[in-house]
């Protein structure tokens, strides 16, 4: 009888056993799904908004480039503009008008024309952004290519726009009209920020975008609930959190892609996305640890983006021991960038001399970089005249960004650089968002520090204008010979004399030291056997619809 | 009963204003505003500041908490500065998600902790005993995220026989009428769903259950131990009662006490561990949101989720309250 009280825990154990087992049976998604051909893609994060204009994330853009096409785009895998949604342009002799031939025939996903009005209608839209539309993080590359706005609803603001008018000769002909050339416009519109969007949806949507007390919210429906461009893929659905589903265009202006569906996952661990590839649940993430390359390649394959980025060690020019240009220099002979890349670095990485990438005109082949040599940096520090060498160094925890997947290997190996050579280095560090930033871009705060910068689009301006055209905080670089340059440089329509001045400049930079640019790195992702024709991007804009699946 | 009721719920008054100037005080007090989490890399002092007008950050600190509190007792926690859409909204869709999660670990917890832990008392002191305690003592020292990732190399990674992510197959296109996964499949009447539902719980509910697991374990040993040896049951076991009958009236009754404080007490475990195991699993629900919401400063979110949150705790340790009441006539006179 005492047996059946006893017994009694055993069974209850056994069949919650049992049920957990009995659960194992399915799960197995990594079959293809019959004669249909989707995609699943490993997103770190959900888009904020698949309205363009509002967002300037990786996330956002490379679900909004499958949807959306804009007027001039660039050729898979690389930097050089070619036609897209218009087939043909011509840019009047003052540089301020820029008239397009558009494509035929196109329509939007919504059934709508895709005509001149329509690109008009979508340049009016952001020249009138008001309120909290021209905040920076919202309107971020209209700003960067055009500047100001109709009104000037915010102190950040430029004064001016570059942008004048949009003028719809025929239904085929559209012509945009500058208040003042801007040398870097083809190149800037190739940024899905300028994705040409139905009319219609826009308009019955809704672009709202309501302050509310403590937030900001996108009230408008146009974006996460009606969408439509001219792209290759349609929207679906979108469950937040959850997945993005997109759908073949079946009346795709170049034929219909091969994929039938593609779907972004948000997985923002690491490690997760690594395991979901393993498991066969998704086909692509990007992102790869250089510890994972054996793991991934085991069972898929990793390919790698061209580099398109630029990892520097910053100064705060504006703090005396810095503003000494000895202590510079011997700063830049001190670091071992080689050594670092060897140890740390993915095969591909290399060490840069500039702040401009080598595949990007403008870069300046006769630099030659600084040597590598302690001798040389103790003989600075002896010129230099300082006796105080107290320096403190930060950099990000817990991050990992295209141009340095290890921070903390980074700064390890540059502290013991510079401690060889006779500075005492103040270790500092604090989370990456949104600390870090704030930390080192505030004046007299970040000493040296660890940063870099991921091309957005293949003009130097979006490299070394960013860095040092305006008074950038963690530089706080005040050389008006070096920023008259580059608004000079900005300004000028002659592509050589451009190319001429950024070399330019990149040579004064290399002179002044304003910091040591130490890498080129090539970012990694993971692809799963059976994709072919994925085309790396050095700007990260990815065609899906040159994907396929299967041999 | 309904006078204790209500009397828990005017308490619930003062817990909840302390709470939010607390939590309040504590957002506030976080380094780096929400403008520079926006902005990112691309910040300059002149962007920040346009931001924080609009927001009414600049405005005085008690103005923006009456603010603040006038709007939650509406409900209204703004907008989620992550998705741009209400947080109320993003709580809705995301709250059935963790229910889902945590009724499922929970349930996994009592199913197994309870007779495994009766179990090792019965046989105290053998060897099915020392494997109890010590296999409970590493269900709560194994950190989560590293059970977790274990879990899905073996089961996921190795054998294939569980999914690694999210909630349901991406593939799939089922309705969600109500946004609890599992009996959405049930309604609709696509059991498919259900059971696709059912295998994405299972790693991360094993994973989330191991804390409250093994707490269940080591408390229902010592209640079952201590009762043991009252003098009620050696009086029922001299007088001759069926050992059946001695473990349930008076063995498992009187032991159940202490562990369903204890299962009441694990709810805040949960939440706290779903956090983890929701990034690390990509489940889509509150604790992944909350998770975000602090690496990217999402004031509204952490106020909404934190608060909410709050109440759910009170709630739930009002309900075992009530269920000790069930258990044990004494609580209820007092």
Known sequence: MRITGKLRPVVALTATAALIAGCSGSGDSSDRDGDRKTFIFGASDDPKTLDAAYVSDGESFRAIFQIYETLVALEPGGTEVVPSLATDWTISDDGLAYTFNLKPNVKFHDGEAFNAAAVCFNFDRWYNFKGAQQNGDISYYWQTIFGGFATKDNDSVPETSRYKSCEATNDTTVTLNLAQPSSALLAGLVLPAFSIASPKAITDGGTDVTVQGDSISYSGGFGSTTVAGTGPFKFVSWERGDRLVLEANEEYHEGRPKLDEIIFRPIADATARLQALQAGEIDAYEGVAAADVAAVESAAQVVSRPAFNVGYVGFNNNIPLLKNQKIRQAIAHALNRQGLLDAQYPQGAEVANQFLPPSQWGYNSTITGYEYSEEKAKQLIAESGETNLTLEFWYPANVSRPYMPNPQAVYESFAADLEKVGFTIVPKTVPWTPDYLQNIQSDNLGQLFLLGWSGDYADPDNFVGTFFRENNPQFALNEPNIQGKLNQALAETDQAARQALYEEVNQLLFEYIPGVPFVHNQPLLALAKDVTGYTPSPVSLEYFKLIDLGS | ?334
Not at chain 2, 73 to 102: C, H, K, N, W, Y
Not at chain 2, 229 to 248: F, H, M, P, S
Not at chain 2, 284 to 308: C, H, N, S, Y
């Open chain 2, 1 to 334: 009963m309904l006078r204790f009721v209500f009397r828990r719920l005017i308490q619930l008054v003062p817990i909840l204003l302390g709470l939010s100037i607390l939590l309040f005080a504590w957002v506030r007090a976080l380094p780096g505003g929400p403008a520079q989490a926006l902005l990112g890399q691309r910040a300059t002092p002149e962007a920040v500041r346009d931001i924080e007008v609009q927001l009414g950050l600049d405005r005085p600190l008690w103005e923006q908490y009456l603010q603040f509190l006038w709007r939650a007792v509406r409900l209204d926690f703004g907008a989620s500065l992550q998705t741009g859409q209400p947080v109320v909204d993003e709580m809705m869709r995301r709250f059935p998600a963790t229910i889902e999660l945590a009724l499922c670990a929970l349930l996994i917890a009592v199913a197994i902790g309870i007779p495994l832990g009766y179990l090792a008392a019965r046989r105290h002191g053998t060897w099915v005993d020392h494997v109890v305690v010590s296999g409970s003592l590493l269900g709560v020292t194994v950190p989560i995220f590293f059970l977790a990732y274990l879990l899905k190399f073996v089961f996921a990674v190795q054998l294939g026989w569980l999914p690694t992510a999210g909630r349901a197959d991406a593939r799939a296109r089922t309705e969600h009428p109500t946004g609890f996964y599992v009996l959405d499949g049930i309604i609709t009447g696509d059991l498919g769903a259900s059971w696709d539902a059912i295998t994405h719980l299972i790693l991360p509910a094993l994973a989330l259950a191991s804390i409250p697991l093994a707490v269940i374990v080591r408390m229902t040993r010592a209640s079952v131990l201590n009762v043991l040896n009252e003098d009620y049951v050696r009086t029922a076991e001299a007088k001759g009662l069926l050992a059946g009958t001695i473990t349930r009236r008076h063995v498992l009754r009187n032991s159940m006490l202490p562990v369903t404080t204890v299962i009441g007490l694990q709810l805040g475990v949960l939440l706290a561990g779903a956090v983890l195991t929701e990034t690390v699993f990509a489940f889509a629900g509150v604790g992944k949101f909350m998770a975000d919401g602090i690496v990217e400063r999402d004031f509204p979110t952490i106020q909404g989720f934190i608060l909410v949150i709050a109440v759910i705790y009170v709630v739930v340790n009002m309900i075992v309250d009530l269920v000790y009441g069930l258990l044990d006539p004494r609580v209820r006179v007092s």
